[in-house]
């Protein structure tokens, strides 16, 4: 997990909240475990710094809302494009004022989707015709989202993955629906790499 400096939240409402702005500010933000999945690429740095003066190139995705600690109060979760078809995924939660990274993960992404509660990734498989699905959940014990359950299931065949769609440098922004699926990334044949908050 990670305090997010510079960033207030005004009754606790992260929907306030400028994603753009969000994502410049966790640039600097100390992580309380290092897991080595909250560092960004040199390229991705540079982008997500340039997003205001060149927004076409902006990796920082459309943000989405959902109580995932079930305290009454929406998380924001955030996509961060990054090269070779990774996706970061990041959730922060409204915390004393201020703003906490409570999960930090990437992979090369088909979807996030969030499942009342959860956040559940899937990702290609190394193996033909499988695919990995993670579910994340909120740990009261850790303060943190954790992988809570992994999978590895067989895919249609005809299935092809959605592209990562831009944000813009503004602060409207789309909101999903319950059990929306979200399109994140594309699928790449590699490894499912989890983080740890």
Do not use: N
Request: hydrophobic fraction near 30%.
């Amino acid at each position: 997990t990670a305090k997010i400096p510079g960033i207030r939240v005004t009754g606790g409402d992260v929907r306030r909240l400028d994603p753009v702005t969000v994502a410049q500010a966790g640039l600097k933000a100390k992580t309380d475990r290092d897991s080595g999945l909250d560092e960004l690429p040199d390229g991705t740095v540079r982008q997500i710094k340039a997003c205001r003066t060149a927004p076409d190139d902006c990796p920082v995705l459309p943000p989405y809302y959902r109580d995932l600690t079930g305290d009454g109060r929406d998380e924001l979760v955030l996509g961060i494009r990054m090269p070779d078809q990774q996706l970061a995924v990041r959730v922060y939660m409204p915390d004393g004022g201020g703003l906490t990274r409570i999960m930090s993960t990437y992979d090369a992404v088909i979807s996030v989707e969030l499942a009342g509660r959860d956040l559940i990734m899937r990702a290609p498989s190394v193996i033909p015709g499988y695919e990995y699905r993670t579910a994340w959940s909120w740990d009261d014990r850790q303060r943190a989202m954790l992988p809570t359950r992994d999978e590895i299931l067989r895919t249609p065949e005809h299935r092809k993955a959605p592209r990562p769609k831009r944000t813009s440098t503004g602060t409207s922004t789309p909101t999903p629906s319950a059990d929306t699926t979200a399109g994140p990334g594309t699928p790449t044949p590699s490894g499912s790499a989890t983080g740890t908050p």
